[in-house]
Nanobody, 124 residues
Framework: QVQLVESGGGSVQAGGSLRVSCAAS????????MAWFRQTPGKEREGVAAISRGGSTIHADSVRGRFTISRDNTKNTLYLQMNSLKSEDTAMYYC??????????????????WGQGTQVTVSS
């Protein structure tokens, strides 16, 4: 079972950039399908970006062109580079992983391993 720990969140002004990281331990990230989700109070957790074991990526419409998901299997780490941040990007960001190929890469129910989250706050 993989353990996931997010870091790199913080406060930034609109238009700025942040990179959040997800360090994995207990298993090799190369074996996992991985994703970033975000959640704000009172709302459903939504998928932001996902990456397959082979490195193929998918990004939600709301972040495409601004966010980039990537992984470094030599460091057992997943990344989310966030550029041109907007106030609506403010949320708790979570990384997720699963050994099985998700039927829906942006469904929280298709991932069994989760980190504790890192807060991203964008001020306008």
């Amino acid at each position: 079972q993989v353990q996931l720990v997010e870091s790199g969140g913080g406060s930034v002004q609109a238009g700025g950039s942040l990179r959040v990281s997800c360090a994995a331990s207990g298993a090799a990230t190369s074996s996992y399908y991985m994703a970033w989700f975000r959640q704000t109070p009172g709302k459903e957790r939504e998928g932001v970006a996902a990456i397959s074991r082979g490195g193929s990526t998918i990004h939600a419409d709301s972040v495409r062109g601004r966010f980039t998901i990537s992984r470094d299997n030599t460091k057992n780490t997943l990344y989310l580079q966030m550029n041109s941040l907007k106030s609506e990007d403010t949320a708790m960001y979570y990384c997720a992983a699963d050994l099985r190929a998700p039927r829906n890469f942006f469904s929280r129910y298709d991932y069994t391993n989760w980190g504790q989250g890192t807060q991203v706050t964008v001020s306008s």
